[in-house]
């Protein structure tokens, strides 16, 4: 990890496809996702029961260096992702716990950019995306999650 990172942005929506809305705060309940979200209400795009929908996060750094990468730009609003961080590797997160505030999350797998994204969003953010495009994670302690929470790791998750 490369310093200590922290929260920029919380964002949900309660149905597949429609615009997300920026929070201040949001209430994480675990092994179900941030409350009012459309995952945790099972009215996702993808919601089909598979691992990693609870929590999705992406880089801020990401979003930023998309004009230059790939020529195009997207919002962390336009994103689609609950959390944007800044000062962490997310990729690096993978099969470890880590703490957001006080809340406890297990970093699942990557989450790349699927063709639903580039639909809601625009050509080319796809390719720019492709190998930082954030991080699924599973939710272990419910509690308050706040714009400027500290991100730590706390343990490596056993195989």
């Known amino acids: 990890?490369?310093?200590?990172?922290?929260?920029?942005?919380?964002?949900?929506?309660?149905?597949?496809?429609?615009?997300?809305?920026?929070?201040?705060?949001?209430?994480?309940v675990a092994g179900r996702g941030i409350e009012g979200d459309r995952y945790f209400l099972g009215t996702g795009f993808y919601s089909d029961g598979q691992d990693g929908r609870q929590?999705?996060?992406i880089e801020a750094e990401s979003l930023e260096a998309l004009p230059s990468s790939a020529g195009v730009e997207l919002?962390?609003?336009?994103?689609?992702?609950?959390?944007?961080?800044?000062?962490?590797?997310?990729?690096?997160l993978v099969g470890k716990?880590?703490?957001v505030g006080s809340i406890e999350l297990e970093g699942i797998r990557l989450c790349p950019p699927c063709n639903h994204l580039e639909e809601l969003t625009r050509h080319g953010m796809l390719r720019g995306l492709a190998r930082s495009g954030g991080l699924r994670a599973?939710?272990?302690?419910?509690?308050?999650?706040?714009?400027?929470?500290?991100?730590?790791?706390?343990?490596?998750?056993?195989?």
């Not at 919002?75 to 690096?92: A, F, I, Q, S």
């Not at 939710?139 to 056993?158: C, H, K, N, W, Y």
């Open 55 to 57: 929590l999705t996060l």
């Open 97 to 99: 716990t880590f703490t």
């Open 1 to 28: 990890m490369r310093g200590e990172g922290r929260i920029e942005g919380i964002f949900i929506t309660t149905a597949a496809s429609e615009p997300m809305i920026a929070l201040d705060s949001a209430h994480l």
């Open 75 to 92: 919002t962390p609003l336009e994103c689609r992702r609950n959390v944007v961080t800044r000062g962490v590797r997310l990729n690096d």
């Open 138 to 159: 599973h939710i272990l302690t419910d509690g308050e999650l706040r714009i400027g929470d500290a991100i730590s790791i706390t343990e490596q998750v056993p195989t």
